[in-house]
């Protein structure tokens, strides 16, 4: 269960880590302003600073977990299940918010909180003594 528990964290992280490039490295391209349903210049404009500020939200979270799993790793398991539950636990009530407040965007949402909810899930099997 631990390995499983370690896939989905790192897949959760890496997905968070490309959210951050995202919002806060392409916010102004065409892709990515597709993706979020950006339609005008003036609304990736007005937004901009918003989503600058959401990426580095995504990519705080991605390091929480990542480094939660480096401590398990290190055998220092208490404390890394702790940052991988609170990465991934973050990482899934976003998804859920996201879900919930904007349902044309359930795909991104449910993409966005997949990965962290099963990392949850075998963590709770894999760290439960």
């Known amino acids: ?3 499983t528990t370690m896939i989905f964290s790192g897949l959760a992280a890496a997905i968070h ?3 951050f490039v995202l919002e806060s490295l392409r916010w102004d391209l065409p892709s990515t302003r597709k993706a979020f349903g950006i339609k005008t210049d003036a609304e990736a404009s007005a937004t901009k600073p918003l989503a600058f500020n959401q990426g580095f939200y995504n990519l705080f979270l991605a390091v929480l ?3 939660g799993m ?3 790793l290190a055998s220092s398991t208490t404390a890394g299940a702790t940052l991988i539950f ?3 636990g973050s990482m899934a009530a976003a998804g859920m918010v996201l879900l919930f407040s904007s349902p044309k965007l359930a795909r991104a949402a449910i993409l966005q909180l997949t ?3 099963l990392a949850i899930i075998f963590g709770l ?3 439960a003594r």
């Open 1 to 3: 269960m631990l390995l």
């Open 17 to 19: 880590v490309y959210i």
């Open 65 to 67: 977990t990542v480094l």
């Open 70 to 72: 480096v401590l398990v």
């Open 86 to 88: 609170a990465g991934t």
């Open 115 to 117: 990965a962290p909810a």
């Open 125 to 127: 099997l894999a760290f």
